[in-house]
């Protein structure tokens, strides 16, 4: 799971009065990836440690004059290039101090960075002939709009795109041998042209990404060995692919920027996040194999659309400052994408896309979990005339909730479930939009459906869950809960929140799985008068061991309760409030993300959980043959797990907690007997080991009789 | 197929004998290996390196070196004599003693005219090669101390000779001593020791290169008496050099077991001879122990030690890759059973140099399913230990079917014993024997137990009687061609009607006893058999080879059979061509005449000749699959090879009456836990 970690400032900014423009012309790597030359767009180019926050040295032109690209650093003279006021080329060393004094050159024609007027030149041999002839190479009213270089293996590229009366193009100059070729972009909607480019080059391609105002990201791959070497023909059409459709909310993206991180991943700046309202203040991470929100940060202050990315590092201009954000793309996985791994018994939602699927865009294999019984039923009596997902979508936006339901229904059982996920997480995203629009439309029986195809996940709809618990549709929560695999932690910690305050009466009206139910239901009839030694391990003596412990008070109750039965042997909540709470066992996570929004709950809630969590370890260690019931039932590590990041996020307060003490006791005592267990098996390990050692050498023997058998 | 009862036999305490000496005789690719106990054993490396011809040692007779002239082979050892071996009767042909106290080394010049003959008291003895016999010339000057190492210069002109502290080079026309080479004691607190060159080698170009106890390999220039390079290669002693035939690379064998390889190259790319020089270029480890014996063939390293292992090293830069010839190979075991067995009584002889071990194999109760243990009713026990008389070592051994006979031999002579099991067992050792049975190197019992074959001198089998404490000879079968190899292997009838008889020089002669005269040959084929049998129901002769191909051949229409012509026709399967110890035994079961039962050291076969033979695409050891199968598809996968790989470092196997199987193993194991510490040994005032 791609993360972004707390940033720093590295320097202000001096923005346009207008806040048009961040002031930054660009920021480039110096000798190694822990110094940048950060260029602003009037005068001055400033040397910073990365690291240290540290500014190390600056030089400005004179007034009147101004840097017209962003300086580069050559490591191997150990010199500066700028370009200022478009024909003079500066180069200095990090000893000069005054730029005037240091070496320029003026040259003929414009200079765009070390092109001009889609001429590239080496900057040595334009220096050896400031005043050579430049020739035209792009048309008179094109304009190079952005460009970049990449170094594949042994060759140079200088990329730039132009813009010619609303089209682009895209030129890729290679150089050593020099050849130039043209693509012609596709063209988007009329009018909107891109708002960033990226280049990257891998595979022996260069794969290059650029932003639409509509949100799409598209891709386009460019082999670096197949290069057509005919010059002058006409613009080749550039194959695209649509990489990543985002969410831009209303209106057009104004100041956006992606770029890519690696082959999976894709930062993102100035696009709302989807969970989080119109605002595009956002920094975000975006897998583009799952086509899901890795990370995402709000951004103070304005964007501006500008994004460099330094070794793990993203450089990101917004309000008056300039952030380094520290990030991490790990290699992704189909298990880090689900967070912490899924209970092993549960077979793989459905709803995850497949490598297959997306890597060679194969047909997805019709999954066979996916009917409930519901939607089989009616895909037989159903067979209306048929209604394009269109019209659906229309009806959703009007229609009242029993047309909306009954339509979605329609469709759900006619549509062939190879497809139905696009069109899923359609109607999915209108039905919420319009629930949260209209407090009055709440369809919640269609939302079941539709999370019950399995094709929906969290990142479709980010809102479901919380609008869920918002309408208190703890049924449709336990479906997402089982449902959808990527979960985010702060909304299982919003629904384990919601689930422990519910007030056991009111859990008990609300209808649930049946299963999970009767899972439950055996767990809790298992009688308490039955208390089984299994392995020589019985309960009670653990308890034994806690009273020792305890003071003479505390023995006594201890002692009293016995006989009756212990505190621990009963279910401290209602039986559908435990089953919601075994559906947040059950989610995935990671422990890391989850810490933070666990120490959000309040010390009653905590004891109450932990109670809770104590009964189903007590209950799973007297009988294990619990969770082999074959039924959806938390494991016993998962329980565990649990345990430990409640006691991780809460321990010092349950520390002062009064009424915490003795649930402490009894879980000190657990893991006393863990360790009893541990150390005596350590004693008897070097026996077995010599068991098993025996077993090897099995019939050394002078002499054996044996009976062979040859087919 | 079958279920078989396994006696699993692991207590015979065979313990082979260090390698002390070899000699490659490149012309006829033969090496003779001289092991610690006096025995020599020649390899064929033109025949899979098949152990043709082993000559029984010999109390007191401790071989320190071999040397071949021509077809001739020399030993010279400790005890100050040397002597030359009769190959083809497979015993010492004459002894000379030398007269100079325990003798170092024995070294034949290029032109095979001379022996020269290092000896403890000093001197270097030359001996003239005669027909017949060889015969004292002259002693070299006379060193103060003794001469370990000795080699000629290719011209026969020189001898340099290693000794204490220091390396002599003698002329050998006036037999003075021309040079005088100091060899650096070692560092630390050996320094006070004498340091010993215990090899040296003397090349054409007048370079001379030793190997001395401080652990270097020095190059010297032998014209001039000097120095010219130390190579340090070992803690410990270097023991043993060899060098190839065109001098372009020496080996040298190390206490350590290591072996280093130099190599006669030019230090630049493009210079002429002149820059060339000896460079280290690799080290093997093949050994445990002391590498004492070494030989350096065209396409191999061959080394032997303390370890008893003959290990056969290819240089891969020589040989082709992926090629029978590109297989490392250890020779661990001899090539020949020391193991009899009496199948109708259930008895084991072993055979150790100098004395007999006879065994009654144990008992089980009931019948247990494949993959069991039974357990042992009653243990096996060791009903006699016979002691040899005399100090040779014995050579041969046969115990008859019946279990009443014993019989044993050393070069020297046969001894016949009478057996009788009452309550416990009574030896008689029969008095008289034929004069004709003297000179012995293989011997066996009819099935019947009432006749002794035993393969004498110039390939001729000596038949007796025998009854009652009384043997009576009856006739001397002889074949028609004029070979003079000894026979190896001896295989009576069931019905005691034939007898076959293979000899060294790959011949196969089959002998009517009805008639006592030869019945036919069979076509020579041009690797040496290591095993025949005689069918008891069909009368074919089985014959497995060292290149381990199987012939049938029918005694009655004297051809090879329809399945032979079959076997060949379609060629035996890859990997059990691929098999790197020669088959030691054929044997039949008697319930099933269409069953031979053939075993090597790593797996036992049957082969059933009712089955399709397997096509080079089948899995060849398929038993794994074939046990994982329902019965009918079994059926249809099985193939007529079925080898069983659950016994390893089998020295015997065979079929008793009663059909269970005798496997005697010795795992290499236990042998090389009977080897001393792999120390440096510390010999003679070093």
Known sequence: ?711 | MGEFKVHRVRFFDYMPSAIRAMAFNSRTERLAVARADGAVEIFNFSDNYYQEKVIPGRDGRAVEALCWVGQRLFSAGLNGEITEYDLENLKPQYVIEAYGGPIWTISCNNQGTHLAVSCEDGTVKLFEILKEKIQFQRNLDRQKSRIISLSWHPSGAQIAAGMMDMIRIFDTETGRATHRLLVERGVGASKSREVVVWSIAFLSNNTIVSGDSAGKVQIWDGLMGTLVRTHLVTKWDVLALAVSQDESSLIAGTSEGTIVQFQFLSSTVDRQDRDHEWVRTRTFKNHSHDVKALALTDTAVVSGGMDTQLVVHPLLDKVEKNTQEAAQRKIAFPHRSLVGCAKKAGLLLFQFPDHLELWRLGESDGNGKPGDSLTVKRKPEKLLQLKRKGEDHICCSALSPCGGWLVYSTVSSVRLYKLQHNNNISVNKVSKLPKELRSVHQLCFSADSSKLFASSSQSSVVVVALNQLECKYLQTLRHKSDSRQPIHLLSPSDDGKWLAAANTDCQIHVYNLHKMKLHCSVPVYSSCPTAVAIHPTTNNLISVHADQQIFEFSLQQKEYTEWSRKLQKQGLHGLWLKRDTPVTSVGFNPKNPTHIILNDTFMFCIIDQSLPLPESSTILYNQMTLRSLPAPERTRQSHAFKICKNFQHVLSMSLLDDLSLVVVERPLLDVMAQLPPPVRQKKFAT
């Open chain 1, 1 to 711: 799971m791609a993360a972004l970690y707390e940033g720093y400032t590295l320097c202000g900014l001096v923005p346009d009065q207008n806040l048009s423009s961040s002031g930054i012309q660009g920021i480039e790597e110096e000798r190694d990836s822990d110094h940048v030359v950060v260029t602003d767009s009037t005068r001055s180019v400033t040397l910073y440690k990365v690291s240290d926050q540290k500014l190390l040295g600056s030089w400005t032109v004179k007034q009147g004059q101004t840097l017209t690209c962003s300086a580069v650093f050559n490591s191997q003279t150990k010199e500066y290039v700028v370009v200022s006021d478009n024909k003079v080329i500066r180069i200095w060393k990090e000893e000069d101090i005054l730029l005037d004094k240091a070496f320029k050159a003026t040259v003929s024609s414009d200079i765009w960075m070390v092109h001009c007027r889609g001429a590239v030149r080496l900057l040595d041999s334009l220096l050896a002939a400031p005043q050579q002839p430049i020739e035209e190479v792009l048309n008179q009213e094109e304009t190079i709009r952005w460009s970049t270089t990449i170094v594949a293996e042994t060759q140079q590229f200088v990329i730039f795109t132009t813009e010619q009366k609303g089209d682009h193009f895209l030129y890729l100059q290679r150089l050593n041998p020099n050849t130039l070729q043209r693509y012609r972009l596709e063209r988007e909607e009329p009018g909107v042209s891109s708002l960033s480019f990226s280049a990257s080059y891998r595979d022996k391609h260069i794969h290059l990404l650029y932003l639409y105002p509509n949100g799409h990201v598209y891709q386009s791959v460019v082999s670096v060995q197949g290069l057509a070497v005919e010059e002058g023909a006409q613009a080749l059409p550039l194959p695209r692919s649509l990489l990543l459709g985002l969410p831009v909310g209303d209106g057009l993206l104004e100041a956006a920027s992606a770029m890519v991180l690696d082959e999976a991943h894709v930062a993102v700046v100035g696009v709302p996040h989807p969970s989080a309202g119109a605002g595009k203040d956002f920094l975000c991470i975006w897998n583009t194999n799952f086509q899901t929100l890795q990370a995402g940060k709000e951004m103070a202050g304005k964007i501006y659309g500008q994004l460099w990315s330094f070794s793990n590092k993203l450089f990101i201009p917004h309000g008056k400052t300039l952030s380094i954000i520290p990030f991490e793309c790990p290699k992704s996985s189909l298990a880090s994408a689900l967070g912490k791994l899924r209970q092993a018994k549960t077979e793989a939602p459905a709803s995850v896309p497949s490598w297959n699927n997306i890597l060679h865009g194969e047909k997805a294999q019709p999954s066979r979990t996916v009917e409930t019984r519901k939607t089989r039923t009616t895909r037989k009596t159903q067979s209306t005339p048929s209604v394009t997902i269109d019209q659906v979508l229309d009806l959703i936006k009007t229609a009242p909730v029993e047309e909306v339901q009954k339509e979605v229904e329609g469709f759900l059982s006619r549509a062939d479930l190879q497809d139905l996920q696009p069109s899923v997480g359609q109607l999915a995203s209108t039905l919420m939009s319009r629930s949260l629009n209209d407090p009055a439309f709440y369809s919640p029986s269609t939302l079941a459906q539709l999370v019950h195809t399995q094709c929906l996940c969290h990142s479709v709809c980010p809102d479901l869950v919380l609008l869920a618990l918002e309408k208190k549709d703890y049924f449709l929560c336990q479906l997402c809960l089982q449902f959808f695999p990527d979960i985010p932690e702060a909304v299982t910690c919003a629904c384990l929140k919601a689930f422990i305050s519910v007030p056991d009466v009111d859990a008990e009206k609300v209808r649930l799985e049946p299963d999970s139910i009767s899972f439950m239901e055996t767990l809790i009839s298992r009688d308490r008068g039955q208390v089984g030694v299994q392995n020589g391990f019985s309960p009670t003596s653990c308890e034994e061991d806690c009273s020792d412990d305890v003071s003479g008070h505390q023995t006594r109750t201890e002692a009293k309760e016995k006989t009756s039965a212990p505190p621990e042997q009963i279910c401290p909540v209602g039986l559908h409030k435990a089953v919601l709470l075994n559906e947040i066992l059950q989610t995935a996570y990671s422990d890391t993300f989850l810490l933070p929004h666990l120490k959000d709950l309040s010390s009653q809630h905590v004891v109450l959980f932990l109670q809770y969590l104590q009964f189903l370890y007590l209950k799973y260690s007297q009988d294990d043959s619990l969770q082999m019931h074959g039924c959806r039932s938390p494991s016993l590590a998962q329980v565990m797990d649990w345990v430990c990041l409640l006691l991780d996020a809460h321990f010092t307060v349950l520390v002062m907690t009064p009424e915490a003490k003795g649930l402490l006791l009894n879980l000190h005592s657990f893991v006393r007997s863990q360790v009893r267990l541990v150390s005596e098996l350590g004693k008897i390990e070097s026996s077995l080991q010599e068991l098993k050692k025996m077993k090897v050498k099995k019939d050394v023997g002078q002499y054996s009789i044996e009976v062979i058998e040859l087919f």
